[in-house]
């Protein structure tokens, strides 16, 4: 049985049929390869922005937007996780090296919207948009964390990494690489001892595995595949109502 490719997805699109399209807005989803807790896979933030990304651009080309959803980055910023195995860390200057040389291809062909759909919480594109923009002024660079477009503290219990809503999600979208959750580890972070630290207006990076024995922040145990579908269907729908709104609008006039 043949599938039929996706036309807003590049890896499945064809010379033939991208030469004819003119695209508005290109959509990098980047995420990270590390391990979430003993039931998630190491590419679970990976998975997750390509499905927001895919997702957000079916509905977006449905109602007549050009997008066009680039190849995932797999690595993130893992500085902190080195200790554990097959964790790869990119640092934030190759990050910043790999965005520009996508961000040089695209405004020499004439593509100059790009949204990066993060998916994972150490990464931090800002700082990296803006040093770029006066090397493209043309081109609008922006980013989208994909779990912070609705108001998670609705839908699931706290906890930032293989907890209740990364699980939850996975569920919905790719229940075939999710184990059992009786084999899930608590999730239970240790925190720091330095009071400013403890209110977040002090930060530091977290040594991962002085934080957490199963490399899970937050309680898995009551992840479901129907909060996942709510939640990401909440998500994704605002996300393409935002790139088809990007789409139309000209770059140089975006003030009321």
């Known amino acids: 049985m043949s599938i039929r490719a ?23 989803p980047w995420g990270a390869t590390e391990a979430h807790n003993y039931h998630l896979p190491y590419a679970t933030d990976v ?5 927001v990304a895919c997702e957000a651009a079916r509905m977006a080309w449905d109602h007549g937007a050009r997008v066009i959803v680039l190849p995932a980055i797999p690595f993130g910023v893992n500085t902190g996780q080195l200790d554990i195995p097959l964790t790869i860390n990119m640092n934030p200057a190759t990050q910043a090296a790999v965005l520009g040389d996508i961000v040089g291809s695209l405004a020499t062909q004439g593509i100059t919207k790009l949204v990066i759909v993060n998916g994972h919480g150490g990464n931090d594109f800002r700082q990296m948009i803006r040093e770029l923009q006066p090397r493209f002024p043309r081109v609008l660079l922006c980013s989208v964390n994909w779990y912070q477009v609705v108001d998670a503290d609705q839908f ?10 990364e699980t939850s999600v996975m569920l919905h979208i790719a229940p ?10 608590p999730g239970t972070a240790r925190r720091f001892r330095i009071q400013g630290f403890r209110d977040k207006w002090a930060w530091t990076p977290r040594a991962w595995m002085q934080v957490t024995d199963d490399t899970g922040i937050g309680d898995p145990h009551g992840a479901t595949a129907a909060k996942g579908a709510e ?18 609008a000209d770059s140089s006039q975006l003030y009321e």
């Open 6 to 28: 996706r036309p807003y997805v590049l890896a499945e699109s064809t010379w033939k049929a991208v030469k004819d399209t003119h695209y508005q807005v290109a959509i990098l």
């Open 47 to 51: 998975i997750h922005a390509r499905h």
């Open 156 to 165: 699931f219990l706290p906890g930032d990494h293989a907890g209740e809503l």
């Open 176 to 185: 075939e690489l999710v184990l059992p959750l009786s084999e899930a580890g």
């Open 231 to 248: 939640f990401i269907d909440l998500v994704v729908a605002r996300i393409a109502e935002f790139l088809a709104e990007l789409a139309a």
